[in-house]
């Protein structure tokens, strides 16, 4: 009894889920319902006037037809099929494509929902298992709306008119010849549970399967290189073989009840045989009638085996369903933790939801207030009760040992991350509570591991997926590889901006990756307000690495106008760049050490200095 709630609770909420899909579509599922009502309602008639076509026959034969009565009633069984098959035509048009941009709606779906995903729930879940459900369940559940909106009409209303049909030359007989399929249809029930769970070890398996060859496929140099192609061609075969069970699984119970269904179902056709042969042997029924309600029968066979295996489909989708639901979010997360109360003044949150920042000149100010973060498996803070005003048009530069929380604050200060306790206000709003979309045109990113796309250089500024709304313009985009230093690297290639980089920009050098993604960042959303660095020039030499801050500091904010006008966040453990920030912090364990100018800080001999002095000492003998 618990396990059939536990069902029923799965399907209600995965029709709850469905219905704005089918809302999408109903024009044409409307449409393709008309059809399939008067095909299946039609669906009677060949075998009807078939039968009477042969009383005709016989008669004719007799010598009580004549040749007329003949043709008429051959012509009326070619205008029965048509009034079958046309509208078919139509239905079958209709449902497909209501069928396949349900499932297209539902994957894009599925996809916007894992970019709505917060960044720990995407780094925990591995990326196959991502593309699994993604793509397979989706193609599952496809399946299992496919048995709905189509085979509600081509075998529930086709069973039913053929049931009435038969009903109308023996009511008794055809009576005794459907008891078989109650039977069938309890056997579908009761195998629903089993179905689900093989079609969820099928969907597991190839997750697992998709997760392990994208990990080898991204790291085939590495495997080259230390001879573990064969080991790594074992696991994935091991995986394969794993997956193709588990789909063989599924399979053969799939077939097992198909053979049954049909099996119980022919039963019937016996009785029809021998119990209508009996009645047309002793005058209670003419031959017409007998082909005709075999016939009848002989199509509801062949059909009503349907109805059990599209529970059985439809008891599949419902598991992917389930799977693909507790993988997607709400169309949006703000944050999950609420900070501490605030009041009127600035920072206070509104009630009336996210915020919406209008795109205005000036540059960006951001201010740390207590800001205290922790991973979900650490036991200490990475960062601790920070507290940090960055002024607007300014040049911040941050720096510290590995593992001292730079990198958590970088992508803290771009809201990659919400902060466990405390605050941090952009131009006064909560960044917790700013709507991303509205983010994404204040601040911009650089991190430390490069993301390109396969396609040239120009797309990876652009980020052109081919959706309407500007782009930058070419002088733009001259501007930023300038900025990054990664125009001459440009204009040295044969196609220039349409170079294509390769997968994950493998036919560019690590430096020129990290060039480009500073240039895509300055670009991509227009130039920003708040430029966030977080050690995006470790492929670079010092001297490249001082010049490109250069120009940054020259053209965003020296020499900038006011809608030019930028902040500058630079993280890095290299120093440098550093003389040429307003501002240095220095890190320890999550919590400032040290702060001022680079002349200050030098002064006084701390932390800051010995590192500095270290680092131009290294530079000078190498």
Known sequence: MTEQRGSDEVSSSALRGLRPYFRQVSGLLFLGSVAGIVMNVAIVLP??????????????????????????AAFLVVLGTAATEV??????WWL????????????????????????????????GE????????????????????????????????????????DARLTMVALLPVPVALWIAGTAGRRIAARTIGARQSDAHLTSLV???????????????RAAAVARVEGLARRQAVAEVAALRFNALLLALYSSLLSL?????????????????LSVGALVALLALFVRFIGRAPRIPQMANRIQAARAAYHRLESLLPPPREVATRRRSRRGKGEGARSDEGPVRMTREPGPARLRFEGVTFAYPAASTPVVEDFHLDVAAGSLVAITGAVGSGKTTLAKLAVGLLPPDRGDIL????????????????????????????????????????????????????EMALALSALDGDVASMPRGLDTLVGERGVRLSGGQRQRLSLARSLV???????LVLDDPFSSLDVETEARVVAQLRHALLDDADLARRATILLFSHRLASFPRADQVVVLHEGRVVESGTHADLLESGGLYARIFYAQARLSSTQ
Do not use: C
């Open 214 to 228: 994208h990990d080898l496929v991204s790291s085939h140099r590495v495997l080259r290189l230390t001879g573990r």
């Open 96 to 127: 497909g494509v209501a069928r396949t941009r349900l499932q297209a709606a539902l994957r894009a779906d599925a996809f916007r929902g894992v970019l709505a995903w917060t960044p720990s729930r995407a780094m925990a879940t591995p990326v």
């Open 524 to 530: 991509a959303n227009g130039f920003p307000k708040l």
């Open 47 to 72: 075998a009807i006037l078939l039968g009477r076509a042969l009383n005709v026959v016989v008669a004719y034969h007799e010598g009580k037809a004549t040749g007329r009565a003949v043709a008429v």
């Open 130 to 169: 991502i593309m699994a459900r993604v793509v397979g369940d989706v193609d599952v559940l496809g399946e299992g709306v496919s048995e709905v909106i189509v085979e509600t009409w081509d075998t529930v209303l086709f069973s039913i008119s053929l049931v009435v049909a038969m009903m109308t030359y």
């Open 268 to 284: 019937g056709v016996v009785f029809v045989i021998g119990r209508g042969g009996e009645q047309v042997a002793a005058g209670q």
């Open 426 to 477: 952009l131009n006064g709003h909560s960044l917790a509570y700013v709507d991303p979309d509205s983010r994404a045109q204040w601040v911009s990113y650089v991190g430390q591991e490069v993301t390109l796309f396969s396609g040239s250089i120009r797309d990876n500024l652009t980020l052109d997926f081919s959706e309407t709304g500007e782009t930058p313009s070419t002088r733009n985009l």
């Open 87 to 92: 509208p078919r035509i139509g239905k079958r």
